[in-house]
């Protein structure tokens, strides 16, 4: 099995930028995919960003694309979410998912999640 932590959540202004971490352990990351999933308070999750095991192959939500930026670095277990000109309505809570499998893009199809780190973007 494989366990996630996120970090670097944290208080931003619109417009700003935060840059959040995801560190794996158990199995080896780099056979995973990864994606990144976040949740506001009365609505459902809602899918970010997601990446293959290689790096080669990302997807970006139309919500983000542009300002946020998906990677890993397999050789230090880790992934990241770069988020710039962050607005308000980013705000939630973002987890970080793993799936043995495929190239998932909805929830479902992940094996294993993060604990979640909050994201708040003032206006």
């Known amino acids: 099995q494989v366990q996630l932590v996120e970090s670097g959540g944290g208080l931003v202004q619109a417009g700003g930028s935060l840059r959040l971490s995801c560190a794996a352990s158990?199995?080896?990351?780099?056979?995973?995919?990864m994606g990144w999933f976040r949740q506001a308070p009365g609505k459902e999750r809602e899918f970010v960003a997601a990446?293959?095991?290689?790096?080669?192959?990302?997807y970006y939500a139309d919500s983000v694309k542009g300002r946020f930026t998906i990677s890993r670095d397999n050789a230090k277990n880790t992934g990241n979410l770069q988020m710039n000109s962050l607005k308000p309505e980013d705000t939630a809570l973002y987890y970080c998912?793993?799936?043995?499998?495929?190239?998932?893009?909805?929830?479902?199809?992940?094996?294993?999640w993060g604990q979640g780190t909050q994201v708040t973007v003032s206006s």
């Open positions: 998912a793993a799936a043995l499998m495929g190239f998932p893009r909805f929830s479902y199809e992940y094996d294993y």
């Open positions: 158990g199995r080896t990351f780099s056979s995973y995919a």
């Open positions: 990446i293959s095991w290689s790096g080669g192959n990302t």
